[in-house]
């Protein structure tokens, strides 16, 4: 484990305050549709179109925490390709690690991507 997730309740001086966890403030910058769309992020933006949220001291890419929250850590090396190509999307089911051999290499092979992507949808959104 690289870090741990935040502590809801967290004590500074003597005095309890409530921190809103990491999951709570991403989930609220959600927009969910149905469990086959996509879910566009409605916070930051890096230039690139990727969502940001920050998180451990530093800005993340929030399709990583989406996938992180839902389905744990991220292998060491992997990156988290976006099946459906849309670089606002934190759907989980739209997201898979791969290797960045394997990012580079799979570019853009939309009907692929999609015939898995319906696949995977079924089976982590019930
Ligand atoms: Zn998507």
């Known amino acids: 484990m690289r870090w741990r997730w935040p502590r809801f309740w967290h004590r500074a001086g003597g005095v309890t305050t409530k921190v809103a966890p990491l999951e709570e403030r991403f989930w609220a910058r959600v927009r969910r549709s149905g469990p086959l769309e ?5 916070g930051a933006h890096a230039p690139q179109g990727y969502g940001q949220i920050r998180a451990y001291g530093k800005t993340q890419n929030a399709h990583r925490i989406a996938w992180e929250i839902v389905r744990g850590e991220i292998p060491d090396g992997l990156q988290i390709d976006h099946l459906c190509r ?3 999307c934190v759907n989980p089911a739209h997201l898979e690690p791969v290797t960045q051999r394997e990012n580079i290499l799979r570019g ?3 009907a692929a991507n999609w015939a ?4 995977d949808a079924y089976t982590i959104i019930t």
């Open 38 to 42: 996509c879910w566009e992020w409605t």
């Open 86 to 88: 849309n670089r606002g």
């Open 116 to 119: 898995r992507l319906r696949r």
């Open 108 to 110: 853009e092979s939309p």
